[in-house]
């Protein structure tokens, strides 16, 4: 059973993960950068750790999603804020994928270190989800408050780019899945919101676009992927309830038309009138 939810969850994340680089390249920054961060990755993720522990491992992994995600917001901000400073620099997109990257990784531990704490101190698992969905709602207003260029792309992805991207993604999902059975719940959870899909995404465009299209969806990208702390959040409760199928639908409806669909509108209202 364990190792049919860790392939199952890796193949269909991987194979999400390379549509939403599509979405960004044929419609924008803007409408591909939010519409393709609806909940995808994180579907078979919770599924398939739904499937291989208990529902105290789901709840565990999952009450981290909302905190990763405002991690995976404060990574992308790099991506809008600092390759303007690099200009004048030989090799931006390196530095940029490295400052990235590091950001990112201090801030995970730092979360997992308070969490761990927060959880030996009383905390509850709902109280971290909601904390984080909170931090993680304003940071993405804050990264949206001055509309970004958000053109869509004129190269297409070099096919090689899609499938190592899909590859990563995959391999962050399953390791998600496989990490949450082996009793390690949070570091499940910050391997499920690995940012795959945002690195290959923002790798992949620059070298297909150049830096414009990456900076102008990173915004809208922070802002879609609240639906997946939500999405989280929700699941916590409905998958435990109503069972893998429909717990999932009931989560991921929720969250599109909860979150993903109105915050589009908002955006979208925006840059036509600015």
């Given at each position: ?52 522990g ?9 009450s981290?999603?909302p ?14 804020y600092?390759?303007p ?13 490295f ?5 990112w990784?201090?801030?995970?531990m ?6 761990d ?12 989800g909601?904390?984080?969905l ?27 780019v ?11 999902i ?15 959870g ?37 639906s ?5 959040l929700?699941?916590m ?6 069972g ?28 036509t009138?600015?």
């Amino acid at each position: 059973m364990l190792s049919s939810a860790v392939i199952l969850s890796a193949l269909l994340a991987g194979i999400i993960a390379i549509l939403v680089t599509r979405a960004i390249e044929r419609w924008g920054g803007l409408t591909g950068g939010l519409l393709g961060t609806m909940p995808s990755t994180i579907v078979p993720a919770a599924a398939g750790i739904s499937l291989a522990g208990d529902e105290v491992l789901l709840n565990q992994s999952l009450s981290i999603i909302p905190l990763g995600m405002l991690i995976n917001g404060i990574f992308l901000a790099v991506w809008m804020y600092l390759p303007p400073k690099l200009e004048n620099n030989n090799s931006p997109l390196l530095l940029t994928t490295f400052a990235a990257l590091l950001v990112w990784f201090l801030f995970g531990m730092v979360m997992l270190l308070g969490v761990d704490f927060a959880i030996h101190n009383g905390v509850t698992t709902w109280q971290i989800g909601f904390l984080g969905l909170a931090f993680l709602i304003v940071l993405a207003f804050a990264m949206n408050w001055k509309v970004q260029p958000a053109p869509s792309g004129k190269q297409p992805v070099a096919r090689t780019v899609l499938i190592l991207r899909g590859g990563a993604a995959a391999s962050a999902i399953g390791a998600a899945v496989w990490l949450s059975a082996q009793g390690q719940p949070f570091v499940a959870g910050l391997a499920a919101v690995f940012p795959a899909i945002f690195l290959t995404s923002m790798v992949a465009l620059w070298l297909a676009q150049g830096p414009t299209v990456p900076r102008g969806a990173a915004g809208p990208m922070a802002m879609g992927g609240t639906s997946v702390a939500i999405y989280a959040l929700i699941a916590m409760y409905s998958l435990p309830a109503w069972g893998v199928v429909f717990g999932s639908l009931a989560a991921w409806l929720i969250a599109v038309f909860g979150w993903s669909l109105p915050a589009f509108l908002l955006l979208r209202k925006r840059v036509t009138t600015d």
